[in-house]
């Protein structure tokens, strides 16, 4: 188990490590240089090289980076030159809202998605299979940014239980906040319980078919047992990788959500930046969400390890 | 809900030898999308108390869908089922999904080909174990785990205070057969059905399987369908045998008997194929040529017939019905003409209920057909 994890640990350092070198450089491809952005019509050479010696980016390339991630070590992720805000500032503004969002929506993914596929994949192609599937393919065609508009003309501007834009800090009035999130929530759930309806399902009908569940069956257990006991537990791999990859994504991933109901995360921010060649919010975003998505990927390794013991051994 | 939790009664325990299965002419078919399978065609057998009754056939003769018809394991859908199923006082094709439940595991349970597919991967034993003592007898965790261990003890797997807490994927073969059987005598059933149960092992391990589950057998009084494709397997083992055939049973008699004195051509072929030890090394095993019958179309006549090195125009034509040899000690046989076991000592027949009487045979020089 803890070598197991041992290894899965060192390899979450390595990907790091990679990582932050590639965000650092890709934003050096950038086309546009900072000086052009902050200096504008102002641009001269001169001007250009006093600016860049005075951010640092006259130095070599490794230089630049270890002086980045030297102050990264120290809590120090720079400031915003178009704002002065320091990332760091940004960061802890932008990540609750995305955290709150996915923890929000994936919540509601899987409380819908779970119990639904457990009931359909006893009987499946029976009419209500039939139309949960059909369901959730409708909803994996329709992309959040078509889903949030009809939400808020429903629901805030007709029948105005919700506010169409804004969020009041979670700190402040928590009931408000989570009444201001239940609409962006709801946007991104409903390509996550498609995902996640289709996979289990599909997994739990093969599991369906195991001599261990016609075992489990010859034992006298009733069909809850059945499912929940027995089935469940080995046709969650499918799930859990998928819910790794679209959780993942949904990191920074939101920025239209967060556009449409004027909530900036994480993801709105970084498009912000990128527009404006604000190089060090940009690599801090990157990073930090590069980061959570490499932890989250090693706490579903741990997962597999729960679910079945197997994967220890091989 | 109070039907549904209505217990099911049963009688005490019977000495060996009382009626326990009675199975009258059960019918098992699938529906697919080339036709309908019959894969169970008019099988009526009994089992009594104590008492081992070996189904033997090749791959394919319907012999895994007749234990499941009669435990009722069939899923409901594209199953069509027929025939009656007497299990202690109970039919069990009548029976409500929810008393089924109370019989399975706990009055009728199955032990299973492959231990490997049959256990479930992500579970301990132990769990497995007392999943069904909870469930049927209501003991705590505590002590249905120590009923687990005692269980695992007697099925001859050391140190079981530890391997309760193992998966199925830290033991051997031959360990998780065991774990299987533990499972299926964790209530002290009436009747097992065992359903290959030493097919996946290597020989020395079968035998020690085959042992274990006797001597289990005899100290709990516990009746058992021997399923085997391996005559080898249940002539020592089965009070009596029944062999099957494209979904029907062809013989059936007492062990002894159906060693001394085999009617069927099928049956002979069966045991022509059991490696002896007695033959010289590199004897050639007799095998029977051609493969049995597609059972959406079978074949008119007797089923074996196309196989049948016997076979007269009359067995491609009509059926040769189930009959006995008039003998104490039920023989049946289901062939127009049997074989018999001495080539001296001719069998004497019965008239058979629909066509006329055929001569008793003799396997060196068939008959000629009488009609």
């Given amino acids: 188990m803890l ?5 899965r640990f060192f390899q979450l350092v390595v990907v790091a490590f990679v990582i932050s070198v590639l965000v650092f450089l890709l934003v050096r491809i950038l086309p546009g240089s900072p000086a052009q952005v902050i200096l504008g019509s102002s641009y001269t050479k001169e001007a250009a090289a006093q600016l860049n010696a005075q951010l640092g980016l006259n130095h070599s390339l490794i230089i630049q980076y270890w002086d980045w991630i030297l102050n990264i070590f120290h809590g120090n992720f720079g400031q915003s ?5 320091t990332v760091a500032h940004e960061l802890a503004t932008g990540a609750p809202i995305d955290l709150e969002l996915i923890i929000l929506s994936q919540i509601v993914a899987f409380a819908v998605s779970i119990p639904l596929a457990l009931t359909t994949s006893r009987r499946p192609n029976r009419w209500f299979d039939n139309v949960s599937t059909t369901g959730t393919f409708g909803m994996l065609a329709l992309p959040p940014f078509v889903i949030a508009p009809i939400m808020v ?13 804004g969020e009041v800090p979670f700190t402040q009035a928590p009931l408000t906040n989570l009444h201001d999130f239940i609409l962006p929530s709801l946007a991104i759930t409903a390509g996550s319980i498609a995902v996640y309806y289709r996979l289990l399902r599909s997994d739990l009908i093969a599991t369906l078919q195991e001599d261990f ?30 819910a790794g990859i679209n959780i993942g994504g949904l990191l920074a991933g939101t920025f239209i959500v967060e556009y449409l109901f004027a909530i900036p995360g994480l993801g709105y921010t970084l498009v912000v930046a990128v527009n404006q060649r604000d190089y060090l919010v940009v690599q801090g975003i990157t990073l930090v969400v590069a980061l959570a998505y490499v932890v989250l990927q090693f706490i579903i390794d741990f997962l597999f390890t729960v679910v079945d013991p197997r994967v220890i051994r091989e | 809900m109070a039907r549904n939790q209505e217990r099911l009664t049963f009688p005490p325990l019977g000495q060996p030898g009382d009626p326990l299965l009675e199975v009258r002419d059960l019918h098992t078919s699938f529906r697919t999308t080339r036709g309908t399978v019959q894969a169970v065609d008019g099988v009526s057998l009994s089992v009594a108390s104590g008492r081992t009754l070996g189904v033997v056939g090749e791959s394919g003769s319907g012999k895994t869908v007749l234990s499941r018809s009669i435990m009722g394991l069939l899923p409901p859908r594209d199953v069509v089922r027929s025939g ?7 039919d069990l094709t009548t029976l409500p999904p929810e008393q089924l439940r109370q019989v399975w595991g706990a009055e009728l349970s199955m032990i299973f080909q492959d231990p490997m597919t049959a ?5 301990r ?7 069904s003592i909870r469930l049927h007898q209501g003991l705590s965790k505590k002590d249905a785990m120590a009923s687990a261990v005692a269980l695992l003890h007697q099925v001859g797997i050391p140190s079981p205070e530890d391997r309760v807490r193992w998966y199925p994927f830290q033991l051997s073969g031959g360990m998780r057969q065991r774990v299987m059987i533990a499972i299926a005598l964790a209530c002290s059933p009436r009747l097992v059905m065992a359903d290959e149960p030493t097919t996946g092992l290597d020989v020395t391990i079968q035998a020690q399987i085959l042992d274990l589950l006797s001597s289990l057998q005899k100290e709990r009084n516990m009746a058992m369908i021997l399923v085997t494709h391996d005559l080898g397997v249940v002539a020592n083992r089965a009070d009596e045998i029944a062999v099957m055939y494209a979904g029907r049973i062809v013989e059936r008699a007492p062990t002894k008997k159906l060693f001394a004195n085999t009617h069927m051509p099928y049956t002979r072929a069966l045991m022509d194929s059991i490696p002896r030890l007695s033959d ?9 040529g051609g493969r049995p019958p597609d059972l959406i179309n079978p074949p008119a006549g007797c089923r074996f017939a196309p196989r049948c090195s016997y076979a007269q125009d009359k067995c491609h034509q009509s059926e040769p019905p189930l009959r006995s040899t008039g003998e104490p000690g039920d023989h049946l046989f289901a062939c127009w003409y049997p074989l018999s076991g001495s080539a001296t000592v001719p069998v004497t027949l019965k008239e058979p209920p629909s066509a006329g009487s055929p001569t008793p045979s003799n396997p060196a020089t068939p008959p000629k057909d009488p009609s």
Avoid: C, D
Wanted: avoid cysteine; aromatic fraction near 10%; charge should be positive.
């Fill in chain 1, 153 to 165: 003309a429903i629901f805030a501007v007709n029948l105005k239980w919700f506010p169409a834009t």
């Fill in chain 2, 84 to 90: 009656t199923v007497e299990f202690a006082g109970h």
């Fill in chain 1, 213 to 242: 569940i016609t075992m489990a069956r010859s034992k006298g257990l009733s069909n809850r047992t059945i499912m929940l006991r027995h089935a469940f537990r080995p046709s969650t791999f499918s799930l859990m990788a998928a």
């Fill in chain 1, 81 to 85: 030159y178009i704002n002065n805000e």
């Fill in chain 2, 125 to 131: 034993i132990g769990v497995q174990i007392t999943e």
């Fill in chain 2, 280 to 288: 010289p090394s590199g004897t050639r095993l007799t095998a029977i």
């Fill in chain 2, 119 to 123: 256990l479930n991967p992500v579970k």
């Fill in chain 1, 3 to 7: 070598k197991y994890l041992g290894k």
